[in-house]
Structure formats: C-alpha cells, structure tokens
C-alpha cells in the first residue's frame, strides 16, 4: 500500500520540530547549564517534543487512553511550563519555588483524567487552561516591557506576546471547533508548522548571539575586577555626567513615576541610547533596578541617621519615590537581608 503523502510530510515537520528543539535545548545548555532557566527551558522543550508526538492524528485515533494519558498530561502541563519559562527569562532574580511545581501538577493531571475518566468539567478545562496561560504569558511579557534594558530580550517578550500566545490561542480554538477536539490532519500539520515555525526563529536568534545575553551573568567563580565596559565616546561621556547630575544631584529617582521615556525627555536623548548606556556602561538589566538603586541608597541613609528616628518609615519610602509600602519592604529585604525597621533599629544601637 503505497504511503500517504500528507502523513510523511507530516512526520516530517515533527521530526523537524523535535530536532530544533534539542538544538534549542543544547544552547541553553551549553552557555548557561546552572540558570533557573534552563531547567525549565529544557523541560518545556521536551515537552514540546512529547506533544509533538501525542498530537499525530494517527497517534490521537488508534492508541489507547492508557497510553495517551501521560502524553496529554505533558501536552497540557506545557501551558503552565511556557508560563514558568517566561518568568524565569524575563524576570531578573527568579527563582524556582515548590509552589510552582504545585501549579503544574494539577494542570497536567486535567490532561490524563480527561483520557481516563472524560467529564464535562475536565472537558472544559482541558480547553480554557491553556487560554488562562497564555494570558498570563503576555501579561508577564508585557509588564515592564519599557523597563527592560537588554535589548535581545525586550525584542523577544515582543515576539513570544505576539507568536507563541497567538499560536496558542489560535488552535486552542481550532480543537473547541473540533469533533471531539480532535484535529483533521491538516489542522494538525498546520499546528505542526506554525510551532516549528516559532521555534526555528528562535533558535535562529539564538545561534545570532548567546543565550547568556538575555540571562543575568552568573556569580564568578573567583574573585577579580568586574568586565570594563566598552570605550566611551563624547557622547557617552556627556551622556554620563547628565544622567549624574539628573539621578544623583537632582533627585529624579523620587519622582514615583519615573519612567526611561520620563528620563529621556529629561534628559534630551533617544531613549535606546539611555537604554544602551544603564545597560553596557552602568551594568543594569532593568531600569526600575537602577532607580530602585538611588531610592534605596537615600532610605538606608535616611533610617541610619538619628535626628530622623521619629520619622515614619512609610514616609522615608514614600519621600524616596516608592509607590507603597510593600515593594519598598520587598525591595529593602532583598538588598540588605534586612526590613527597614530591623535595619534602623541595628544602625542606630550601632551609633
């Protein structure tokens, strides 16, 4: 019986995607095999790779429940794995929590109880978990876009908002207009193409440069003089004493709104050049880092200084430039080790 064309092609673009997923995971691995990331990164693309095979359409027609269950588990539990990625690529200082385990658990377990034991409620779950991920996805790839001074990675949370949610999204509604959410074989290879189409363009970015471009650098293994950043110009240097004179002289760190669109106006500059100097010459990742950096530095001094003891701490952090009082105690105890009460009380038993 001669082979269908349709199912060769077919298995071809999913082992297509299951051999750029392993290139995908040995970059990873080779430039940064100790990040956070990575881990997930890797477990997210051997998923992927797991789904790729559970969604053949063949595969869905003739296996038995029993051996699509665990499949299906991983298949769904990719969901909440893309989210966990996304937080650890994106957000500087993540770190894995038990709880995050406990959140792909039951996600997954949704996928093999609707094998075994298929109910209208898991029937439903099956098909909305995935659209609660990927909003969550885009929210974390959206939040602190502006914020964000490493320009690889702020052109990536652009593109994973726009192809990776969209892709989700798209054959999400593809399987609820599905007999049985079950896809024709050329819906099924259309999903193949569209996810291998967002892998190779990864991959492809990432063979441009280095995976340890959009992670933050790792502690050095002994100690020595940090990188000199690259050769300043006129313009960096004016660019410099500005920034100085805005942040350090003036004060612009109080201003609960700062923003790099703020500053740049401020300071009259372009805001990628603003971006590009607190990144290359200045060592942040992130801009509300180097605010928080000032803000931080005028509230220690302020809580160490005893003709202020009476002052409120909310009023030091609010007069700093914070928002609240919570990202200011959140922020604080991340610097020191301390809260600010702990921190006031050891300065001045120290004085």
């Given at each position: 019986?001669?082979?269908?064309?349709?199912?060769?092609?077919?298995?071809?673009?999913?082992?297509?995607?299951?051999?750029l997923?392993?290139v995908?995971?040995?970059?990873?691995?080779r430039?940064?095999?100790?990040?956070?990331?990575?881990?997930?990164g890797?477990?997210?693309?051997?998923?992927?790779?797991?789904?790729?095979?559970?969604?053949?359409?063949?595969?869905?027609?003739?296996?038995?429940?029993l051996?699509?269950a665990?499949?299906?588990?991983?298949?769904?539990?990719?969901?909440?794995?893309?989210?966990?990625?996304?937080?650890?690529?994106?957000?500087?200082?993540?770190?894995?929590?038990?709880?995050?385990?406990a959140?792909?658990?039951?996600?997954?377990?949704?996928?093999?109880?609707?094998?075994l034991?298929?109910?209208?409620?898991s029937l439903?779950?099956?098909?909305w978990?995935?659209?609660?991920?990927a909003?969550?996805?885009?929210?974390?790839?959206?939040?602190?876009?502006?914020?964000?001074?490493?320009e690889?990675?702020?052109?990536?949370?652009?593109?994973?908002?726009?192809a990776?949610?969209?892709?989700?999204l798209?054959?999400?509604?593809?399987?609820?207009?599905?007999?049985?959410?079950?896809?024709?074989?050329?819906?099924?290879?259309?999903?193949?193409?569209?996810l291998?189409?967002?892998?190779?363009?990864?991959?492809w970015?990432?063979?441009?440069?280095?995976?340890?471009?959009?992670?933050?650098?790792?502690?050095?293994?002994l100690?020595?003089?940090?990188?000199a950043?690259?050769?300043?110009?006129?313009?960096?240097?004016?660019?410099?004493?500005?920034?100085?004179?805005?942040?350090?002289?003036e004060?612009?760190?109080?201003?609960e709104?700062?923003?790099?669109?703020?500053?740049?106006?401020?300071?009259?500059?372009?805001?990628?050049?603003?971006?590009?100097?607190?990144?290359?010459?200045?060592?942040?990742?992130?801009?509300?880092?180097?605010?928080?950096?000032?803000?931080?530095?005028?509230?220690?001094?302020?809580?160490?200084?005893?003709?202020?003891?009476?002052?409120?701490?909310?009023?030091?952090?609010?007069?700093?430039?914070?928002?609240?009082?919570?990202?200011?105690?959140?922020?604080?105890?991340?610097?020191?080790?301390?809260t600010?009460?702990?921190?006031?009380?050891?300065?001045?038993?120290?004085?």
């Amino acid at each position: 019986m001669a082979a269908d064309p349709v199912a060769l092609i077919d298995a071809a673009l999913r082992g297509a995607l299951v051999a750029l997923l392993s290139v995908l995971s040995l970059q990873f691995l080779r430039d940064r095999p100790r990040a956070p990331t990575t881990g997930i990164g890797v477990l997210f693309a051997a998923g992927l790779a797991l789904q790729a095979i559970a969604s053949t359409p063949s595969f869905e027609a003739c296996a038995p429940a029993l051996v699509q269950a665990p499949l299906v588990a991983v298949s769904v539990g990719n969901a909440a794995l893309f989210w966990l990625f996304t937080l650890a690529l994106f957000n500087d200082g993540w770190r894995l929590r038990p709880w995050h385990g406990a959140v792909w658990l039951p996600v997954a377990a949704v996928g093999a109880l609707q094998c075994l034991w298929p109910t209208p409620t898991s029937l439903v779950l099956l098909r909305w978990l995935p659209v609660l991920f990927a909003l969550l996805v885009m929210a974390n790839a959206a939040l602190r876009w502006h914020g964000d001074l490493v320009e690889r990675r702020r052109r990536l949370r652009l593109f994973i908002v726009v192809a990776g949610s969209a892709f989700t999204l798209i054959m999400v509604a593809a399987r609820l207009s599905a007999p049985h959410g079950r896809l024709s074989t050329p819906t099924a290879t259309l999903d193949i193409v569209m996810l291998l189409a967002i892998v190779a363009i990864v991959v492809w970015r990432l063979a441009r440069g280095s995976v340890s471009d959009l992670l933050p650098a790792p502690p050095p293994a002994l100690p020595g003089p940090p990188p000199a950043p690259p050769a300043a110009d006129a313009t960096d240097e004016r660019l410099a004493q500005a920034l100085q004179q805005a942040m350090a002289a003036e004060q612009a760190f109080r201003d609960e709104g700062l923003s790099v669109a703020s500053l740049a106006a401020r300071l009259a500059v372009p805001e990628y050049r603003l971006r590009r100097h607190i990144n290359q010459r200045l060592g942040h990742r992130n801009f509300n880092a180097f605010v928080n950096g000032f803000r931080l530095d005028q509230a220690q001094r302020r809580l160490a200084d005893p003709a202020e003891r009476e002052l409120p701490v909310l009023s030091i952090a609010l007069d700093a430039g914070f928002g609240s009082i919570g990202p200011f105690n959140r922020a604080f105890k991340a610097a020191t080790g301390l809260t600010p009460t702990e921190f006031r009380r050891q300065k001045l038993a120290d004085s």
